[in-house]
Antibody
Framework: QVTLRESGPALVKPTQTLTLTCTFS??????????VSWIRQPPGKALEWLAR???????YYSTSLKTRLTISKDTSKNQVVLTMTNMDPVDTATYYC????????????WGQGTLVTVSS | QTVVTQEPSLTVSPGGTVTLTCASS?????????PNWFQQKPGQAPRALIY???NKHSWTPARFSGSLLGGKAALTLSGVQPEDEAEYYC??????????FGGGTKLTVL
């Protein structure tokens, strides 16, 4: 049974760095072809793809946010961590992680999401 | 800036058929964009329905199908049920660092 769960602060101040953790079970990120992606959704708005890390530690970032994002994995802990620097109120959103495979072309399981509010 | 466009809203009667589409600002959508489709109900996480244009997950109801139609990716619901009322998103793959979601289609079953 595949599950993913996002965790992190519910509230961050402007200019701070956000660190989110995706803890998963039911699969291994050391399996060939396996990936984990991060996606966010501002309240009432559409989904936005943010980043992906592959089984071989290749990393990919949204073109518009790449200077602010860092993704990493700890295979032994079954965790993927996303950091986003210089947070702004427009970054207020629900952040999701999702299992992807086939070099990120195929999505299946998603976490429940975690709402992050950016406010002073 | 790549833009993926979906119908903002559609309405369908119970038992009817409706097709949602997904267009790319770069031109015709082909299988090489590996379209994915997701369903999202209020207050819930998205749920994957279709991957690689037309492949269903084990949990995807048979009434959902994916295809390419007129240069766009398409999601067709046949025999719509009231529980299909939701927001639907497509995702296109432009190569490693570029994956773009559409703006979503709000489907009303009325």
């Amino acid at each position: 049974q595949v599950t993913l769960r996002e965790s992190g602060p519910a509230l961050v101040k402007p200019t701070q760095t956000l660190t989110l953790t995706c803890t998963f079970s039911g699969f291994s990120l050391s399996t060939s072809g396996m990936c984990v992606s991060w996606i966010r959704q501002p309240p009432g708005k559409a989904l936005e793809w943010l980043a992906r890390i592959d089984w071989d530690d290749d990393k990919y970032y949204s073109t518009s946010l790449k200077t602010r994002l860092t993704i990493s994995k700890d295979t032994s802990k079954n965790q993927v961590v996303l950091t986003m620097t210089n947070m702004d109120p427009v970054d207020t959103a629900t952040y999701y992680c999702a299992r992807t495979y086939g070099s990120g072309k195929e999505f299946d399981y998603w976490g429940q999401g975690t709402l992050v509010t950016v406010s002073s | 800036q790549t833009v993926v466009t979906q119908e903002p809203s559609l309405t369908v009667s119970p038992g009817g058929t409706v097709t949602l589409t997904c267009a790319s600002s770069t031109g015709a959508v082909t299988s090489g964009y590996y379209p994915n489709w997701f369903q999202q109900k209020p207050g819930q996480a998205p749920r994957a329905l279709i991957y690689s244009t037309s492949n269903k997950h084990s949990w995807t109801p048979a009434r959902f199908s994916g295809s390419l139609l007129g240069g766009k990716a398409a999601l067709t619901l046949s025999g719509v049920q009231p529980e299909d009322e939701a927001e639907y998103y497509c995702l296109l793959y432009y190569g490693g660092a570029q994956q773009v979601f559409g703006g979503g289609t709000k489907l009303t079953v009325l």
